[in-house]
């Protein structure tokens, strides 16, 4: 299978396209280097339709993203890229374990991401997770993420206000 001319087939890129993508790439890690090549793709559509099969590789076999966890932190500051991107990348760092080098660029991601009332509401959800995870190793951010969450949790929408509800109850 080429990837990249599956990920293109068609002009909707639907669920099951992007299951059996994923299946593909987890059968090995050559096939998960190639979609991994989609998704850090200067290609906008390609990159975004490979964001989805990324995603569900890295939970399904999380071993599989381990080498590439630095270059899915570097597309966190990337603005010429689908949402769909960011998105994907901050839902796989809120399930895996981040590298101590890479702590400070997630969180200054993260925060900004939460802070910017622009960003879509599924990045600032991911982002809230990914900072709660992070502050199980600086305790000094539980303070700023709660101040941040009760200054915005009433402009924002159901999906903020239910990941913000269940962080502020573990603090």
Known sequence: MNIREELLKQKIHFKEDALRITAYACASPKHFTDLMDCFLSNEYRVAQRAAWSVSWAARSKPALITPYIKQLVAQLSR?????????????????????????????????????????????????????????????????????????????????????????????
């Open 79 to 171: 603005t010429d890229v689908h949402n769909a991107v960011i998105r994907n990348s901050v839902r796989i760092l809120e399930d895996i374990e981040i590298p101590e080098d890479l702590h400070g660029d997630v969180m200054n991601a993260c925060f900004a991401f939460i802070e910017k009332p622009s960003t879509p509401v599924a990045i600032k959800a991911f982002s809230l997770t990914t900072l709660h995870n992070l502050s199980a190793h600086y305790p000094e951010i539980k303070q700023e993420l709660k101040l941040i969450i009760e200054e915005r949790i009433d402009t924002e929408t159901a999906a903020f206000k239910s990941r913000a509800k269940k962080i502020l109850k573990e603090k």
